[in-house]
């Protein structure tokens, strides 16, 4: 009987590190995004300053949350900024084929949509995004567990948008 239990012990310690094993592996594959938005998965935050067509420049506070989908070929991005006076959320799905993208956007706060077209290389997003009566270039630089956004717009209420974020972590 001590035979027996010795050698289910031996077996459940085997197993359980097998356990281990593959939790730690999956993990760890989780963790490594493949593809050209590698950089880009999680949550960040920070601030920076919001630019507005009056000549104002207001303070400006955001969060934003990636998540890479399709084996790394589609960014999903949810970016929440404010100022005192001023609020966007912006809402975007970009698709790479090599390194060239295009998606869609959508700003909810004043019920907006159009499209994305781009590049992306080594953390770095660039682009126009365009919609009725709007149209903007943008420019995200992602390193580590910094990232810059820059947004400059053509005719509205706002010329540029600019923010540097931090991963959480």
């Known amino acids: 009987m001590l035979m027996n239990f010795t050698k289910m012990l031996r077996n459940s310690r085997s197993a359980g590190l097998a356990v281990a094993l593959i939790v730690v592996a999956t993990h760890a594959q989780a963790q490594a995004v493949p593809g050209p938005f590698a950089t880009f998965p999680g949550s960040w935050s920070g601030g920076g300053a919001i630019s507005l067509a009056s000549g104002d420049v207001e303070r400006l506070r955001c969060t934003a949350g990636y998540r890479v989908d399709d ?47 781009g590049r992306v290389s080594g953390g770095h997003i660039e682009g126009t995004v365009s919609g009725p009566g709007f149209t903007a270039t943008f420019s995200l630089q992602a390193r580590a567990n910094r990232q810059h956004v820059l947004i400059r717009v053509q005719g509205g209420d706002i010329t540029e948008i600019s923010a540097d974020l931090t991963r959480a972590r």
């Not at 799905?93 to 994305?116: C, H, K, L, P």
């Open 71 to 117: 084996g790394g070929a589609t960014l999903i991005q949810n970016l929440n900024c404010a100022s005192d006076s001023y609020k966007f959320e912006l809402r975007t799905q970009i698709q790479a084929t090599g390194s060239d993208i295009a998606g869609q956007w959508f700003e909810v706060t004043r019920n907006a949509e159009g499209t994305i077209v």
